[in-house]
Nanobody, 118 residues
């Protein structure tokens, strides 16, 4: 069983920055991918950014150039650096892990609230 614990959320003014962290209970070096999703009130949960085992990353268009996903295998942690935050970035952010061995297993964290408001 894999446990994911997010941290780093909070209240920030428009234009500000936050860094989210997702700590895994096991080594992440062999995980197929890790990702950040977000869910705003009344909306579905959507992918924000993903990083694959080899280091390749992809982002939803709305955050390109502002958000950066990274992973530290030694610390079993994935980060999401969020800059130039906008009110529309307000949501609960969830960490996601995908493992293929060869069956696919998906794990979620409990979420961390990010609120962008003046």
């Amino acid at each position: 069983q894999v446990q994911l614990v997010e941290s780093g959320g909070g209240l920030v003014q428009p234009g500000g920055s936050l860094r989210l962290s997702c700590a895994a209970s096991v080594s992440i070096s062999s995980f197929y991918a890790m990702a950040w999703y977000r869910q705003a009130p009344g909306k579905q949960r959507d992918l924000v950014a993903r990083i694959f085992r080899g280091g390749t990353t992809n982002y939803v268009d709305s955050v390109k150039g502002r958000f950066t996903i990274s992973r530290d295998n030694a610390k079993n942690t994935v980060y999401l650096q969020m800059n130039s935050l906008k009110p529309e970035d307000t949501a609960v952010y969830y960490c996601n892990a995908e493992i293929r061995r060869p069956n696919t297993y998906i794990y979620w964290g409990q979420g961390t609230q990010v609120t962008v408001s003046s």
